[in-house]
T-cell receptor, first 112, second 111 residues
Framework: IAGITQAPTSQILAAGRRMTLRCTQD?????MYWYRQDLGLGLRLIHY???????GKGEVPDGYSVSRANTDDFPLTLASAVPSQTSVYFC???????????FGPGTRLTVL | RKEVEQDPGPFNVPEGATVAFNCTYS??????FFWYRQDCRKEPKLLMS???SGNEDGRFTAQLNRASQYISLLIRDSKLSDSATYLC????????????FGKGTKLSVKP
């Protein structure tokens, strides 16, 4: 692994299903983030974690949950997917809050 | 007023042209400023930080005007490969959250 990876690359999901988007980084960054990007709305922060064991809510946290059991992994879970959660999801990490963020390649999620 | 606002775009320019993007931010106490680049269907990547004294990286020049809460990005001698969406990004004070991304300005450089 070099940098930050996400899985799956894309997914079509039936409404009501549970889904976990995976994110792994090998840069030993303390901070990690989940964003969604929608046309006309730009990048919006869903949840973040400043360090392993802690998480915080971003701008649009409803319907999503995260965990940070270790430094490398930051999964995002949709407990019961709805069509409005159709979006491109980006995971990112940074060494410090004010430093540059490195983004993963994204997951394209479609909820039908 | 939205927290970070950018020129609506899209900008369609010929190769070799000089193009400027503008961005305004609402929180006067914001700490740091960046320009990110995002290619179509790809992830955003840091293009450059923006320093108070202005800074240059090759054909790219970034400037900050704290009094007017205004950030700019100038691209000289545009290349086809500069075609992308440029995101203005602002870091508020430590107690007020994480990076705030503008919606982006799309640039298309034509032959």
């Amino acid at each position: 692994i070099a940098g930050i990876t996400q899985a799956p690359t894309s997914q079509i999901l039936a409404a009501g299903r549970r889904m976990t988007l995976r994110c792994t980084q090998d840069m030993r960054h303390n901070a990690m983030y989940w964003y969604r990007q929608d046309l006309g709305l730009g990048l919006r922060l869903i949840h973040y974690s400043n360090t392993a064991g802690t998480t915080g809510k971003g701008e649009v946290p409803d319907g999503y949950s995260v965990s940070r059991a270790n430094t490398d992994d930051f999964p995002l879970t949709l407990a019961s997917a709805v069509p409005s959660q159709t979006s491109v999801y980006f995971c990112a990490s940074s060494g410090e809050r004010a430093n540059r963020q490195f983004f993963g390649p994204g997951t394209r999620l479609t909820v039908l | 007023r939205k927290e970070v606002e950018q020129d609506p775009g899209p900008f369609n320019v010929p190769e070799g042209a000089t193009v400027a993007f503008n961005c305004t931010y609402s929180n006067s106490a914001s700490q740091s400023f960046f320009w990110y680049r995002q290619d179509c269907r790809k992830e955003p990547k840091l293009l450059m930080s923006v320093y108070s004294s202005g800074n240059e990286d090759g054909r790219f020049t970034a400037q900050l005007n704290r009094a007017s809460q205004y950030i700019s990005l100038l691209i000289r001698d545009s290349k086809l490969s500069d075609s992308a969406t440029y995101l203005c990004v602002v870091l508020p004070p430590a107690s007020q959250g994480n990076l705030i991304f503008g919606k982006g300005t799309k640039l298309s450089v034509k032959p």
